[in-house]
């Protein structure tokens, strides 16, 4: 993958699909501490302790449609080989919860991408699935949290096409209002 918000994605859609009703995803670029930590965390159904050891194997997938599971190993390379780290940690019928953290001024960081475009995909394309999104930068932040959304909107569908126009301008404005337009 080419960028870190890919990678946050493909867990967030690992995080769906194991039935969570509910996906924290939180970034922090902090620039004084040359790290961005990403964690996703959700209340699926969880995994046992042989399935965490062997979901970082690209060649483990517990998907039936392929052979090879490669977004999680993907993901743990991308963070370890700037000299950060990565760890998962699970419980069945809890939850999972994944950690990346990244050098920032590492040269073999990828750039985070488009992470509003990610957000976005993730909240109009599952509507069963509540999203916690925390975004900050260094000492600023925002908070973009589905089940507000839903006691607004009340039974309105988060892909009407006006309400899916408004997320992603809510998104848009506040990344922007947090971190300046950075690209990093």
Sequence with gaps: MTEI?????????????AGASLVTITVHADFPSDRLTVVIDDNGCGMTEEQVTQVTDPFF???TTRKVGLGVPFFKFAAESTGGSF????KPGVGTTVKAVFVLSHIDRMP???INT???T???YHPETDFLYRYQYNDRSFTLDTREFRQVLGDI??????ISAYIMDYLNENKLETDGGAVY
Excluded: C, K, Q
């Design 5 to 17: 918000s890919l990678n946050i994605l493909d867990v967030a859609e690992n995080s769906t699909r």
């Design 61 to 63: 997938t517990s998907r």
């Design 112 to 114: 985070l991408g488009d």
């Design 87 to 90: 760890t998962i940690t699970s």
């Design 157 to 162: 569908p988060f892909d009407t096409p006006d």
């Design 122 to 124: 993730l909240v109009v």
């Design 118 to 120: 990610t957000v976005h």
